[in-house]
């Protein structure tokens, strides 16, 4: 290797069904190759001078008891031209989910198929595992020609199966050679004993495969913010994360999703003082010129013209595979970590499921057993920032953990991310199906007539409080009214949501279908939440408008000074401290109404006499026509 060459990194999963040899394989590489401390290859050597190769990676006191693999055993060596990070994963079926975690960043597949066998199920399985992991580069090992005499007949049928496997996974080159891991035949150095085979080694392959850095064109960019520090007080914020793809110098533009927000990089670190511009997939941490909102789960993409850009998806089609016994099944509700981000996902619908025999898809199964694996249709609660995994492996790629036990139940990749505007998207498999009962004549024969009202304004502001006034004067009228406050719904109709800018419009579109079903029926629906985004307001309106419902927009019009002098829960003060996040106010924005129905102002004011001032308009709204 030249002075001052880089030295490229290869990382390697192995795959194959129990006893086909995998453990043996990595020890021999790691022996033939030097790599192997002196003290580790005494500590596997017998009395008669042997050594078990297979214990050299076989690191767990109940792997080396029951002689399989169990987790996944990470194991390094090097050439002159070369080191190596090469994950020897279980064959056990129990442990398939181990071979998604040693696949997952590989960039080679070794798959071993017993000479004795042939390919078996678990062999298609981990191929499968393999090619949706988007490994490119296949070498299938014949392992233990020795044991059938080096037969070139023998070899020739088991190649034709790995051939037909291939086919079979669409799109993979596959490369066969036949080995004896155990003494070392066509794994380092070429074998003797095999003059028929004319390819190259292992070693020769793994030597000859070519890498690149994943996407680099700057256009590309994916940062996701696992990290935000400020060490001192004189040093700006730094955003530290791990580049998923494309490259960034201070300079950049850059936009910051989901927000979509922009700012310059105007500082760059990376373990290499030289180093100018970051490359995927290495760490880094920059600061931005200006002060905008970037937190843990935000995504930095390029800012240029010419930007690729990746979809802030609520819906995703993905390929996943089912870790754990109890069975997935549509309407799970789980937890989804992707990138830096986790959020709730919903099982809106199982697509297929793919036999491990035949590797054909199999459509509309009822559920996903352990080690399945299948497509689904996944709602997240709030915004995920994705990409195809073809397109990317990080931004295309995800866990789901179990929120009782926090165990990692299933991964899954991302065939087809789309993002979907709550309350504007068409529904062509359902239809509105209208009440048998004429609104009109349910009303009269009540006597009640609905209406959504709707209070917003800062916290603290003092909506629930009129809010809480209307209703109970309402009620003592003799009209039925509902008070629907923020803080209650998250404990049951929105208890999935979170607080940030894609969960508040979820949760106010939620609210807002509420408030019409309610009003129908003829109650007057009493909303009470900060809901800060215009548009989020006037989806809301909207909903009750298309019914012919009355909607009264309540601005509750205190100001940020008397809010943060009450502050009742706290929050203010949290905020300013630096404890709590996206405070609407004091670091997340507040859009007030341009046009409200009515103004109101809780500072030194009679409570009564506001709500006095809401029903009187209500009446009003309520006693004319709706056309």
């Not at 297979?54 to 008891?65: H, I, K, N, V």
């Not at 994943?214 to 994360?241: D, F, H, I, K, M």
């Not at 939620?510 to 909303?527: N, S």
């Not at 300013?576 to 030194?604: H, I, M, Q, S, W």
Request: aromatic share 4%; glycine share 8%.
């Amino acid at each position: 290797m030249t002075k001052g060459a880089t030295r490229q990194l290869l990382r390697i999963a192995t795959a194959g069904s129990v006893d086909d040899g995998k453990s043996t394989l990595i020890g021999r590489l790691l022996h033939d190759t030097d790599s192997l401390p002196l003290d580790h290859l005494e500590a596997v050597t017998d009395d008669e001078g042997v050594a078990d190769l297979a214990a050299l990676s076989d690191g767990l006191r109940a792997e080396r008891e029951q002689g399989i693999t169990i987790d996944v055993a990470y194991r390094f060596f090097s050439t002159d031209t070369r080191s190596y990070i090469l994950a020897d994963t279980p064959g056990h079926e129990r442990y398939t989910r181990n071979m998604f975690t040693g696949a997952s960043n590989a960039h080679v597949a070794i798959l071993l198929v017993d000479a004795r066998a042939g390919v078996l199920r678990q062999t298609r399985r981990h191929a499968r595992i393999a090619k949706l992991l988007g490994i490119k580069h296949f070498v299938a090992t014949v392992n233990k020609i020795d044991l059938v005499d080096f037969d070139q007949v023998k070899f020739a049928e088991v190649e034709d199966q790995l051939r037909q496997l291939a086919a079979r996974l669409g799109g993979v080159d596959i490369t066969v050679i036949p080995i004896a891991a155990k003494h070392g035949d066509n794994v380092v150095h070429r074998s003797e004993r095999t003059p028929w085979y004319g390819g190259p080694t292992l070693l020769q392959y793994l030597e000859s495969v070519e890498l690149a850095a994943p996407q680099a064109e700057s256009s590309r960019l994916r940062l996701p913010v696992q990290w935000v520090s400020r060490p001192t007080a004189n040093v700006r914020r730094r955003y530290t994360g791990r580049l998923a793809a494309g490259t960034l110098r201070v300079g950049d533009e850059v936009v910051s999703l989901p927000a979509g927000t922009r700012s310059t990089v105007t500082a760059l670190d990376t373990l290499d003082d030289d180093r100018t511009i970051a490359v995927a997939p290495l760490s880094i941490s920059i600061e931005l010129a200006d002060d905008i909102d970037v937190g843990r789960g935000d995504v930095l993409v390029s800012g240029a013209d010419d930007a690729v850009l990746p979809v802030p998806a609520r819906e995703l089609d993905a390929t996943v595979c089912w870790f754990v016994d109890s069975p997935l099944r549509a309407g799970d509700r789980l937890a989804l970590k992707q990138t830096t981000k986790t959020v709730r996902a919903t099982v809106q619908e199982l697509l297929s499921r793919l036999d491990p025999e035949t590797l054909d898809e199999l459509d509309g199964p009822v559920e996903l057993a352990l080690n399945d694996i299948g497509t689904v249709t996944l709602r997240t609660s709030s915004i995920v920032i994705a990409d195809s995994y073809t397109d990317n492996r990080t931004s295309g790629a995800f866990i789901l953990i179990d929120e009782t036990t926090n165990d990692t139940v299933g991964a899954g990749t991302i065939i087809e991310a789309r993002e979907v505007k709550p309350g504007t998207h068409p529904r062509t498999d359902i239809r509105w199906h209208p009440s048998a009962l004429d609104r009109g004549h349910r009303w009269r024969a009540t006597g009640q007539s609905g209406a959504t009202i709707w209070f917003t304004g800062l916290p603290a502001s003092g909506k629930s409080t009129i809010a809480v006034a209307v209703e109970r004067a309402l009620v003592e009228s003799g009209r039925v009214a509902y008070l629907l406050d923020g803080d209650n719904l998250r404990h049951g109709l929105s208890d999935d949501l979170g607080f940030s800018p894609g969960d508040r419009t979820e949760n106010i579109r939620r609210v807002g279908h509420l408030t019409r079903l309610l009003a129908d029926a003829g109650v007057v629906a009493l909303a009470s939440l900060v809901s800060p985004l215009k548009s989020d307001r006037e989806t809301a309106r909207a909903l009750n408008d298309a019914a012919r419902l009355p909607f009264i927009e309540v601005h509750v019009a205190t100001s940020l000074s008397e809010c943060e002098k009450r502050d009742p829960k706290g929050l203010y003060a949290r905020a300013r401290r630096g404890e709590l996040a996206g405070l609407t106010g004091v670091d997340a924005p507040y859009e007030p109404p341009e046009n409200p129905d009515l103004v109101l102002d809780t500072t030194d004011a009679d409570i009564d006499e506001l709500a006095a001032r809401v029903i009187a308009l209500l009446n009003e709204r309520s006693s004319r026509p709706r056309t």
